[in-house]
């Protein structure tokens, strides 16, 4: 166990020679359930170590077994880097966190399989982590949102998630596909390189026009595959840039319409945009002005940790730390459909 020296500087309450050590675990974090392996290491809300490597297709979406040979080629190598790196010893570590799921099967079974090795190798507890919870748990880290209404959308999941009574609850989701997914897949449609997502960030920026599309709010949920549909359909018949615009136009409307009835319903004072998509300026300019409009405050994990990476495994396993949640490695199969909502949250109270 490491220990943080925290020193006072409140003279006026004569403490300023007391330095109070805390306690703080150091967890290595695992993140490989679809396209990144990412290793970390976090000791409190420091970030010691993350390393991420992503796998690009070569043709179309990603290939649950090609993504997860990925993984296993790199994984090996990120750990060897992590080794290196590491400013103290590996003994040093308390715990080892993994994302258990939700995720591509091939791929979850990779990173645990590495997990459970360097636990049982470390002799140090394992984590299970869901990796929609610790896109949740990495802004409330880092950012000040303690009690948010999240708004989480990558290129797996798109979900509205608040706590209340012990869990995360899903306030609204996709009925479809996830808005990463919708926006990479006509990127694809568009010949723009993977993922789609950044580079109709950048064309939208240089549209024009407004074209018609399907707009899709059901009470606090949302869809998107037909949405995609009609605009691949205007392919050829306008300009790519007007295309962009007004996809992102109407799926976003969609998702702040939702994040805004959210809001209303709940009373939370503070709204956190996190996972891959939340590197969208236009989306986080959407979500701000919604938050504004029910008084509340605004957050946005930054962009270099919104996509899959390790410190969110590893935060989150901090926080699973604090409540004992330990798994045995004979229980810690792998969970490709875990639900946001099926996880006991004991380190909120
Ligand atoms: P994640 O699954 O959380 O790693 O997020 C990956 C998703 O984020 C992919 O679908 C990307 O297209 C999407 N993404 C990344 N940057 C942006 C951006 N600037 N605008 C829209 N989508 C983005
Ligand atoms: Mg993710």
């Known amino acids: 166990m490491d220990y943080v020296a925290i020193q006072s500087s409140d003279k006026n309450r004569h403490l300023s020679d007391i330095n109070m050590v805390i306690h703080e675990p150091v967890i290595l974090g695992f993140e490989g359930t679809a396209h990144t392996a990412g290793v970390a290491v976090t000791q409190g809300s420091r970030i010691v170590i993350n390393k991420t490597a992503t796998y690009f297709p070569e043709q179309g979406g990603i290939h649950p077994r090609e993504a997860s040979e990925f993984l296993a080629k790199n994984f090996p190598l990120l750990l060897e880097q992590m080794v290196k790196d590491l400013p103290?010893?590996?003994?040093?570590i308390d715990a080892v966190a993994f994302s258990q799921g939700p995720g591509l099967g091939?791929?979850?079974?990779?990173?645990?399989?590495?997990?459970?090795?360097?636990?049982l190798f470390l002799n140090k507890p394992l984590i299970g982590v869901n990796h929609c919870i610790a896109h949740v748990e990495l802004g409330r880290m880092i950012t000040p949102a303690q009690d948010p209404m999240v708004l989480y959308v990558s290129g797996g999941n798109t979900q509205l998630i608040t706590f209340l009574n012990g869990r995360y609850r899903i306030l609204g989701e996709t009925l479809d596909i996830a808005i990463g997914n919708a926006l990479d897949t006509l990127g694809r449609k568009l010949g723009l390189p993977h993922p789609g997502g950044p580079y109709i960030e950048q064309e939208a920026k240089n549209g024009k026009n407004i074209l018609p599309l399907p707009y899709a709010v059901k009470g606090m949920s949302f869809s998107?595959?037909?949405?995609?549909?009609?605009?691949?359909?205007?392919?050829s018949k306008h300009e790519v840039k007007d295309i962009c615009?007004?996809?992102?136009?109407?799926?976003?409307?969609a998702l702040a319409e939702a994040t805004e009835r959210a809001l209303s319903c709940t009373s939370k004072s503070s709204v956190l945009l996190t996972g891959g998509v939340a590197a969208n300026?236009?989306?986080?300019?959407?979500?701000?002005?919604?938050?504004?409009?029910?008084?509340?405050?605004?957050?946005?994990?930054?962009k270099n940790l919104a996509g899959d990476n390790g410190t969110m495994i590893?935060?989150?396993?901090?926080?699973?730390?604090?409540?004992?949640?330990?798994?045995?490695?004979?229980?810690?199969?792998?969970?490709?459909?875990?639900?946001?909502d099926q996880v006991e949250v004991n380190w909120i109270h």
């Open 88 to 92: 103290f010893g590996i003994e040093k």
């Open 106 to 119: 091939p791929c979850l079974r990779i990173t645990a399989t590495i997990a459970r090795a360097i636990s």
């Open 224 to 235: 998107f595959s037909g949405v995609v549909t009609a605009a691949q359909k205007l392919i």
């Open 245 to 253: 615009l007004s996809f992102q136009e109407y799926t976003f409307a």
């Open 281 to 302: 300026t236009r989306l986080q300019k959407m979500i701000q002005d919604v938050a504004s409009e029910q008084a509340a405050d605004f957050f946005v994990v930054p």
């Open 314 to 340: 590893a935060f989150a396993g901090a926080s699973m730390y604090k409540g004992n949640n330990f798994i045995s490695v004979h229980n810690s199969h792998v969970k490709p459909r875990w639900r946001t």
